[in-house]
């Protein structure tokens, strides 16, 4: 048991983490996540009703963007002096149940690169359209790769032309196949919907450019807008943007626990990438058409 004033202190402690792990990606705003509190354990949920039951009919994505969400519950304790114990998938009766968290007692303070990668929890934002033609330099790289390590990932960097020529057609691909079945056009409809509404979740207008630039190789967006001038203005950039660094983020296995490290992944990623003030572009189109993804998966993602 805890003193009353420390359960008081967990009890906010845990309130702030799931504020904080709110601010996660997830595939189109989705946000297919639940928590449940109690006294300081904090239990997180899939939440199905969210699922994309045409892109994502086996729930990856849906956990990749949890495994997201619970990285930002984990930093945001660690930032607040507790060391979370996490048990993952802790009931194999209930799949929806993805996590079950509890606190370990308070430390004396949170470490320098937890306090700089908290700080970026509500800077990161996912950028959609190109890139400048500088590089992202070696050392950032091989932070973004370490990031990714430290939580059962890996990155390997697209770097020979053809291999990122390739990737950028195969999303070409998937993207056209997409956008010529009316179920994924329908469930694209429904999350993202028109500007007058006051819905929360879902992709919002103001997130995507009216149009997408072109990149070089030329990487296509989704259509959220779907032909009716919805979006912001693309601002002025002058000469051809590039498609930046292309990575691919991958785990040994593709299993539910391996999503939910993915997503964990992916989370300390882009917070390390915002600390260099770098935002990441998700082309995800080729890995919704099985396919497509096996193809990657196959000629892409080995040693
Ligand atoms: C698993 C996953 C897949 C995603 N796929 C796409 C995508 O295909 N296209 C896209 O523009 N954004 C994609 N996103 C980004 C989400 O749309 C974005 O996280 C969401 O709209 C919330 O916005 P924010 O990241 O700026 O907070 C993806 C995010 C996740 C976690």
């Not at 009931?91 to 470490?111: F, I, N, W, Y």
């Amino acid at each position: 048991m805890m003193p009353s004033q420390s359960t008081d202190i967990a009890t906010d402690a845990v309130r702030r983490a799931v504020e904080d792990a709110v601010q996660a990606p997830s595939v189109h705003n989705t946000q297919p996540w639940r928590f449940g509190i109690s006294g300081s354990r904090i239990s997180v949920r899939a939440d199905a009703d969210r699922r994309l039951d045409v892109a994502d009919p086996d729930g990856r994505e849906m956990l990749i963007s949890c495994g997201a969400a619970l990285y930002n519950l984990r930093l945001s304790l660690r930032m607040q002096g507790f060391e979370p114990v996490v048990r993952l998938l802790p009931d194999p009766d209930r799949p929806h149940l993805l996590a079950d968290v509890h606190l370990e007692s308070q430390r004396e303070r949170a470490g320098d690169e937890v306090e700089r990668e908290y700080a970026q929890i509500r800077r990161r934002r996912s950028h959609r359209g190109g890139f400048r033609p500088d590089p992202v330099g070696a050392g950032v790289l091989t932070a973004l790769r370490h990031a990714a390590e430290q939580e059962g990932g890996r990155l390997i960097q697209a770097v020979d032309a053809h291999v990122k020529g390739t990737l950028a057609a195969l999303t070409d691909a998937a993207e056209h196949v997409q956008q010529c079945t009316s179920s994924y056009a329908a469930e694209i409809a429904r999350w993202a919907p028109a500007p007058t509404t006051s819905r929360k979740d879902g992709v919002q207008q103001g997130a995507y450019p009216r149009q997408t630039p072109r990149t070089e190789p030329h990487f296509p967006a989704r259509d959220f807008a779907r032909g009716q001038g919805w979006g912001v203005e693309p601002s002025d950039d002058d000469g051809t943007l590039r498609a930046g660094a292309v990575l691919l983020l991958v785990t040994g296995d593709d299993t539910p626990a391996a999503w939910l490290d993915a997503g964990q992944a992916l989370q300390r990623v882009l917070l390390r990438a915002a600390e260099h003030d770098l935002a990441a572009v998700y082309h995800t189109q080729a890995l919704q058409v099985p396919e497509l993804r096996a193809f990657i998966r196959a000629r892409f993602c080995g040693d």
